[in-house]
């Protein structure tokens, strides 16, 4: 009968009801799973393997004292400058609490850490940005921090590195933040015309601003794997081109492609890298010199 | 046929009822002279208080205007036996950025500036004056050679920003952009920038990274236009005009922020209502400039300059 094919389905008495309890059984961030290669693994595994999946070698986002941690020779880092405070010049409603609740979240006071450290032995002053905090976009204390730590590097006479990862110049600080663009490369020249080294390390992401000044002024510019890096939004180049992008658009290996990096790099050797190029720039190298 | 803004509305009306009853008392057999007189001062009093009270969104209305003077109307004004210099010897020629030499009061000078079109034609030759990379590589280019023969520099700002198409970033926009303000830093010659109509983002700075920035009165310069601003913060493009008043963005308000040196006045309605009038007062402000800055050497401008844009940002120490 037509009728038993209705009735039937209400024979189903019991129906698995997931435990609650069994939900929570995990505690919240034991396990990671990889937005990419949707991996599932231990979270303790990922941070010992610099936060690159083992399944797709995806590079997850780092914060600047993660990148301290895994660049830096262990406890050589000195902050700088981490008592400067942002202001509101434009009096956008909300900002100051925006800044407040990322400085909370991070740990920093601004989108940026600076100081002193040691590579492999090796003295160098770096600048860590973290996209993290308020996307890692460039306001005034981002601008003068960044700054300060050239400035510092000159002074000392050592190799400035920089890990960049930003969504470019801080709306919120109008004009004054599109200013640190020529504020940071003003102090880049002086570092270069001494003949001191400066290396950009491009990270997921760079974009606006920030890439169309110190990012991508660096004497040697290296990216890690599949960063997002590019000068306009993805989005607003389909509506002015029409046509739509390749995949593998405004990543590093794009632009390793057409010419504008020096090399991609993996987490795992960037240290060394990085090291060896200091090493080969230092005045102790020339050995027939 | 000037094109008129909307907020000049009620002047342009008027003065059109005005000369309608001047034709009329010419030709019919009434005397209006009182009355004529009467609507003519309230005319100028409609006029100051709505010309010197313009809004920021005003400005970019004026800052935008299709007669607005370009660079090469100010070339052609201002300076004499101008020669363009094409091509950035890499790739090709963009014409959304002029430069050449020529003299300026008997000085020879590198001039390099935005160009937008008049017309539709033109602007799609230009791009509407948004540079590729190889318009930031040629304006380099000249500027190293400038620097060579020891000829000041005088860039005029005038774009919406740089392109955001796909050649563009495939070429490097963004390297191009940074390798000028680098660059720039380290020139040994005089640098005078002057913001003539819309100075939009990166893509304007690229010409910026002077000894002297001036301003035309109703120029503007931001990090993103303000229907970016409002689409990006209030995720609405239509409320450009509130973003364009809370983002600072006129010549008063950066010369206030110390980005700006001096602000260049405009005639009455803006720049296009007398555009000989406009070089001239323009023509001035860039004598006493360069005057200022030849009287430098060479480590004495790359100082101030580095020191002028060191200064720049606000923030509690």
């Known amino acids: 009968m037509i009728r038993d094919i209705f009735s039937r389905n209400r024979k189903h008495k019991y129906a698995t009801i997931p435990n609650l309890a069994s939900k929570t059984d995990v505690p919240e961030g034991i396990m990671t799973k990889c937005p990419e290669c949707k991996y599932i693994g231990l979270t303790k595994e990922l941070m010992s393997n610099k936060k690159v999946c083992p399944g797709c070698d995806h590079h997850y986002k780092m914060t600047a004292y993660e990148r301290v941690a895994n660049f830096l020779d262990e406890s050589?880092?000195?902050?700088?400058?981490?008592?400067?405070?942002?202001?509101?010049?434009?009096?956008?409603?909300?900002?100051?609490?925006?800044?407040?609740?990322?400085s909370k979240k991070t740990?920093?006071?601004?989108?940026?850490?600076?100081?002193?450290?040691?590579?492999?032995?090796?003295?160098?002053?770096?600048?860590?940005?973290?996209?993290?905090?308020r996307m890692g976009s460039m306001g005034s204390v981002v601008g003068e921090k960044i700054t300060r730590a050239v400035e510092e590097a000159t002074k000392q006479g050592v190799p400035f590195i920089i890990f960049t990862a930003s969504g470019g110049a801080r709306m919120q600080e109008g004009v004054l933040s599109l200013m640190q663009m020529a504020k940071t490369s003003v102090a880049l020249k002086r570092h270069s015309e001494k003949g001191y080294l400066f290396i950009s390390i491009l990270t997921h992401p760079t974009t606006g601003g920030v890439s169309a000044s110190f990012a991508s002024l660096g004497?040697?510019?290296?990216?890690?794997?599949?960063?997002?890096?590019?000068?306009?939004?993805?989005?607003?180049?389909?509506?002015?081109?029409?046509?739509?992008?390749?995949?593998?658009?405004q990543t590093a290996e794009f632009l390793l492609d057409h010419g504008q990096l020096d090399a991609v790099v993996h987490r795992a050797s960037m240290k060394d890298t990085v090291s060896t190029l200091v090493k080969l720039h230092s005045k102790g190298e020339n050995k027939n010199g | 046929m000037v094109k008129t803004l909307p907020f000049e509305e009620p002047v342009i009306q008027l003065r059109a009822k005005i000369s309608e009853l001047k034709d009329f008392t010419s030709n019919a057999e009434v005397d209006l002279s009182t009355?004529?007189?009467?609507?003519?001062?309230?005319?100028?009093?409609?006029?100051?208080?709505?010309?010197?009270?313009?809004?920021?969104?005003?400005?970019?209305?004026?800052?935008?205007?299709p007669e607005r003077p370009t660079t090469l109307d100010y070339i052609r004004d201002l300076f004499t036996d101008f020669i363009e210099l094409h091509g950035d010897r890499l790739y090709g020629?963009?014409?959304?950025?002029?430069?050449?030499?020529?003299?300026?009061?008997?000085?020879?000078?590198?001039?390099?500036?935005?160009?937008?079109?008049?017309?539709?034609?033109?602007?799609?030759?230009?791009?509407?004056?948004?540079?590729?990379?190889?318009?930031?590589r040629k304006a380099l280019r000249l500027m190293k050679q400038a620097e060579k023969f020891k000829r000041p520099i005088i860039c005029f700002i005038d774009t919406k920003g740089a392109y955001p198409g796909k050649a563009a970033e495939e070429r490097g926009q963004s390297e191009a952009i940074a390798r000028n303000l680098f660059e720039?830093?380290?020139?040994?010659?005089?640098?005078?920038?002057?913001?003539?109509?819309?100075?939009?983002?990166?893509?304007?700075?690229?010409?910026?990274?002077?000894?002297?920035?001036?301003?035309?009165?109703?120029?503007?310069?931001?990090?993103?236009?303000?229907?970016?601003?409002?689409?990006?913060?209030?995720?609405?493009?239509?409320?450009?005009?509130?973003?364009a008043e809370a983002m600072k963005i006129t010549a008063p308000d950066l010369k206030e922020m110390g980005i700006v040196d001096e602000i260049i006045p405009e005639s009455t309605g803006g720049a296009h209502r007398d555009p000989k009038r406009q070089a001239v007062l323009m023509g001035e402000v860039l004598q006493r400039s360069l005057d200022e800055l030849l009287k430098l050497n060479e480590d004495q401008l790359v100082d101030t300059?580095?020191?002028?844009?060191?200064?720049i940002g606000e923030f509690i120490e």
């Open chain 1, 107 to 133: 740990g920093l006071n601004e989108a940026v850490l600076t100081g002193t450290g040691q590579i492999n032995g090796q003295s160098v002053v770096v600048a860590i940005m973290d996209a993290h905090f």
């Open chain 2, 184 to 243: 720039m830093a380290g020139l040994k010659v005089p640098v005078i920038s002057v913001v003539i109509g819309e100075g939009g983002s990166g893509g304007a700075l690229a010409l910026g990274v002077a000894n002297h920035i001036h301003m035309l009165e109703n120029a503007t310069y931001s990090v993103i236009s303000p229907e970016g601003a409002a689409s990006i913060l209030w995720k609405d493009a239509a409320l450009a005009q509130q973003a």
């Open chain 1, 76 to 102: 050589t880092f000195v902050s700088m400058d981490d008592h400067l405070e942002t202001v509101n010049p434009l009096n956008f409603p909300g900002y100051t609490d925006k800044i407040k609740s990322d």
């Open chain 2, 35 to 65: 009355e004529i007189q009467q609507l003519e001062d309230r005319l100028q009093k409609l006029e100051t208080d709505i010309y010197e009270n313009m809004q920021p969104w005003d400005r970019v209305q004026v800052a935008r205007h």
């Open chain 1, 219 to 249: 004497d040697i510019n290296l990216a890690e794997p599949k960063a997002l890096i590019g000068f306009a939004g993805r989005r607003v180049i389909e509506q002015t081109v029409r046509e739509k992008l390749p995949e593998n658009f």
């Open chain 2, 305 to 311: 300059r580095y020191e002028k844009f060191k200064s």
């Open chain 2, 93 to 136: 020629d963009d014409e959304a950025i002029v430069g050449g030499i020529a003299s300026f009061n008997g000085q020879p000078i590198t001039i390099i500036g935005h160009q937008r079109g008049r017309d539709t034609k033109e602007n799609i030759r230009r791009n509407f004056g948004m540079p590729h990379p190889e318009g930031y």
